[in-house]
């Protein structure tokens, strides 16, 4: 009976899903963003056996997958189905990870929101990095989650480096995947394995660390450290920065040194800028939204940071 109920809920979700994608697609049907011409041109850069150049190269799994479609004739309109389609899988990743925390209807709820929030879903119909960037995330942390021999571990590391290079702030992505592979082995008493791919990880660090910085180089990182800009393209809120930086000039070149400059010299600033910079980002609330916006944030959001500490203490108690 409980997988009949499942299969029909599942089925009720997948309609609600093909309906609202449908009545999208209708509304909107392939846009462009201010980035789309950069990847298509970085697409056929790679389609001509060249490597794309400059802020290109921070988008690179995009530009590959752009590639794809463009190189096998489905052009845009693939690109855009493909969205599509990730999202679905999307869906289904969290009403599988909402039943196993929490059981079934934790899942149904949590592909519900998701399929129904209509605020994400427009940007399926954009050639642009949020839609497979949210999708991709969400499917590698469900897989991670599942994953029970090597070749699943494998394979949802995989899928998350992918993931980790659709855009620059992908690496969090990456930290993210690492720590939760580990936590998954080691709960699961894989004690060997959980050490090699520590081992791994401290091995690869300093080639990836570079990658990193490559990206970050068409990112202007110092230039909002020198002003104390919290929430980028929204200058009112910021850290008021101390007088001895006025005359500090930011080098592109090298991103990361700038940030080092500033916590060596104003380490007491930088930690504030820091913590402000991530109470931005979990909070999520903006000045600039509606207030009924940000109620709206409070009141979902808030909630489930305590949901997924219930569920990491749990997966703890069940793996100890």
Same mark, same amino acid.
């Given at each position: 009976?409980?997988?009949?109920?499942?299969?029909?809920?599942?089925?009720?979700?997948?309609?609600?899903?093909?309906?609202?994608? #449908?009545?999208?697609?209708?509304?909107?049907?392939?846009?462009?963003?201010?980035?789309?011409?950069?990847?298509?041109?970085?697409?056929?850069?790679?389609?001509?056996?060249?490597?794309?150049?400059?802020?290109?190269?921070?988008?690179?799994?995009?530009?590959?997958?752009?590639?794809?479609?463009?190189?096998?004739?489905?052009?845009?309109?693939?690109?855009?189905?493909?969205?599509?389609?990730?999202?679905?899988?999307?869906?289904?990743?969290?009403?599988?990870?909402?039943?196993?925390?929490?059981?079934?209807?934790?899942?149904?709820?949590?592909?519900?929101?998701?399929?129904?929030?209509?605020?994400?879903?427009?940007?399926?119909?954009?050639?642009?990095?949020?839609?497979?960037?949210?999708?991709?995330?969400?499917?590698?942390?469900?897989?991670?989650?599942?994953?029970?021999?090597?070749?699943?571990?494998?394979?949802?590391?995989?899928?998350?480096?992918?993931?980790?290079?659709?855009?620059?702030?992908?690496?969090?992505?990456?930290?993210?995947?690492?720590?939760?592979?580990?936590?998954?082995?080691?709960?699961?008493?894989?004690?060997?394995?959980?050490?090699?791919?520590?081992?791994?990880?401290?091995?690869?660090?300093?080639?990836?660390?570079?990658?990193?910085?490559?990206?970050?180089?068409?990112?202007?990182?110092?230039?909002?450290?020198?002003?104390?800009?919290?929430?980028?393209?929204?200058?009112?809120?910021?850290?008021?920065?101390?007088? #001895?930086?006025?005359?500090?000039?930011?080098?592109?070149?090298?991103?990361?040194?700038?940030?080092?400059?500033?916590?060596?010299?104003?380490?007491?600033?930088?930690?504030?800028?820091?913590?402000?910079?991530?109470?931005?980002?979990?909070?999520?609330?903006?000045?600039?939204?509606?207030?009924?916006?940000?109620?709206?944030?409070?009141?979902?959001?808030?909630?489930?940071?305590?949901?997924?500490?219930?569920?990491?203490?749990?997966?703890?108690?069940?793996?100890?």
């Amino acid at each position: 009976m409980h997988r009949f109920l499942d299969s029909r809920t599942l089925l009720a979700l997948g309609a609600l899903w093909l309906i609202i994608q #449908t009545s999208l697609f209708f509304v909107f049907g392939v846009r462009h963003g201010h980035d789309t011409e950069r990847y298509l041109a970085a697409a056929d850069a790679i389609l001509h056996g060249e490597i794309p150049l400059g802020k290109a190269t921070s988008y690179m799994s995009y530009n590959l997958f752009v590639a794809a479609f463009r190189g096998t004739g489905l052009g845009e309109g693939g690109i855009v189905l493909a969205h599509v389609l990730l999202t679905g899988i999307a869906a289904i990743m969290l009403f599988r990870m909402g039943r196993r925390l929490f059981g079934a209807p934790a899942g149904v709820v949590a592909a519900f929101l998701y399929i129904a929030y209509l605020k994400l879903h427009p940007w399926n119909f954009f050639i642009l990095t949020d839609s497979p960037f949210a999708s991709l995330t969400i499917i590698a942390c469900g897989l991670l989650l599942e994953s029970r021999r090597w070749w699943q571990w494998v394979g949802a590391f995989l899928i998350s480096i992918f993931a980790a290079f659709l855009r620059p702030n992908g690496f969090i992505l990456l930290l993210a995947t690492f720590v939760l592979l580990v936590f998954r082995l080691w709960t699961a008493r894989r004690r060997i394995p959980s050490v090699l791919v520590v081992v791994a990880a401290l091995l690869l660090a300093p080639r990836f660390l570079q990658l990193a910085k490559q990206m970050s180089t068409h990112e202007t990182i110092g230039e909002y450290y020198r002003q104390g800009i919290i929430i980028p393209g929204y200058e009112r809120l910021r850290v008021s920065p101390p007088s #001895t930086l006025r005359s500090f000039t930011p080098t592109p070149s090298d991103p990361f040194q700038d940030v080092l400059f500033v916590v060596r010299t104003e380490p007491w600033y930088a930690t504030k800028l820091a913590l402000a910079k991530l109470a931005a980002f979990f909070l999520t609330v903006r000045p600039y939204h509606h207030v009924a916006y940000n109620v709206l944030i409070m009141a979902t959001l808030y909630p489930l940071y305590a949901c997924a500490a219930v569920g990491l203490f749990r997966a703890t108690s069940e793996g100890s």
